[in-house]
């Protein structure tokens, strides 16, 4: 079974979610506005590389149209087939324990 930690697997969804364009400053934006997650970018770039180094991210450095970036190439970011079985592997994980929490989850409220 696929480990994945918390952050692992929001990087991973936030690649998935940026469709055309899925870049690290897009993915540390989408992090910070809907799960709440402020990351330096050391910290987003460490866990870009051992999501790379595990096999479930792959990138390609892009040439960069951003006048800000002074011409620094982007590296845009893919998901690989073992990443998202990765993905497929933790939500369903999510899935089972959550279908027996929500009830008690529920109550508490």
């Given amino acids: ?20 364009e899925p870049y690290a400053s897009r993915v540390r934006q989408d992090l910070q506005e809907n799960a709440g997650r402020t990351l330096t970018r050391g910290a987003l770039y460490r866990t870009l590389d051992r999501l790379t180094e595990k096999g479930y991210l792959s990138w390609e450095l892009e040439p960069s149209q951003v006048p800000e970036r002074g011409g620094h190439p982007m590296r845009r970011l893919f998901l690989t087939e073992n990443g998202r079985e990765a993905v497929r592997e933790t939500r369903d994980v999510l899935d089972v324990f959550l279908e027996g929490a929500t009830p008690l989850l529920d109550d508490l409220g």
Avoid at 1 to 20: A, H, I, K, P
């Fill in 1 to 20: 079974m696929t480990r994945l930690g918390q952050l692992e697997f929001l990087v991973l969804l936030s690649v998935l979610r940026q469709d055309e």
